[in-house]
Structure formats: C-alpha cells, structure tokens
C-alpha cells in the first residue's frame, strides 16, 4: 500500500477492471498479465504523483548484446516501436526491461487497465525480438500510442 489513497484505489480498480484480486495487486504491488509480471509503483507526494510500471523482457544472447542495446538505445529516441514507454538494461542482470509511468491525475481504473494490456502488447513484441525469438530486425510498432 501506498501513502496516497488515490493510487491504492486506482490500483484496485484496475485489477477489477483486468480480472485480478485487487488486494493482492496492492499487496504484492504488481500483476500477472498474459505471462508478464507487471511491478507497479507509485511516486510522488500525498497529493500528486505518478503511477509507474515496469517488467522484464529478458537478457539478449551474447552474440546479439551489442545490437539489441544499439536498438534498444535507438528506439527510445523519440520513443519509437516503444508506444511512449522506455526500454533500458538492469546493470546488475542484463535484462532488458520495458517501463512507463503516468500522471495519477489523468488516470481512472479502466484506462490504466487499457493502457496496461496495450503495454503488456509492446512488451510481447519486444521480448521476442530481445530474446531473438523472431527474425533480426525492430518490431513494428503496434497501432495507437502509449497514450491516456
């Protein structure tokens, strides 16, 4: 549980909205959605802040560590095939993660529950192409923004 009742309710709300136990999500501050483990945070003060959400991609095969970073950096120039999201790289695994964070104010329950399965989508495609599990090249980016 957070210190901003807003966001714990929002949680909540979402988790019901995505078929999931809400006081589990807000206890275990995160989700299992279509095989992504979806960590979610809140940042911010009592009364203003932001939701944050991040998960794990996978670690790229040695071989091809130089080039997914390369693409990785250059795809969130402008957050391009990354639907406004981020990718970066956990210094002490590897791993490549995928991550976003809004406004508390602009969100309700329904629309972070969207914008979640739209990331989780983004997710799919950038994992398979981290952990080379389709041919070389950028995903293509999925129709519509990362967007509230």
């Excluded at 939701?51 to 996978?58: M, P």
Aim: hydrophobic share 45%; aromatic share 10%.
């Amino acid at each position: 549980m957070s210190f901003n009742p807003r966001y714990d309710s929002l949680i909540r709300d979402a988790a019901r909205s995505l078929g999931q136990d809400p006081e589990a999500v807000v206890r275990d501050e995160g989700l299992l959605l279509d095989g992504f483990i979806i960590a979610l945070a809140y940042e911010g003060s009592a009364t203003f802040g932001d939701v944050l959400f991040v998960t794990e991609l996978g670690i790229p095969l040695p071989s091809r560590e130089q080039e997914v970073h390369r693409t990785l950096l250059s795809s969130n120039n402008f957050w391009i095939n990354t639907g406004g999201a981020t990718l970066g790289i956990q210094s002490e695994t590897g791993c490549v993660v995928l991550c976003g964070r809004f406004n508390l104010e602009f969100l309700d329950g329904g629309r972070l529950a969207a914008m979640l399965r739209h990331f989780v989508g983004i997710a799919g495609m950038w994992q398979m192409y981290v952990t080379d599990s389709v041919p070389t090249g950028i995903p293509a980016p999925p129709l519509g923004a990362f967007r509230v």
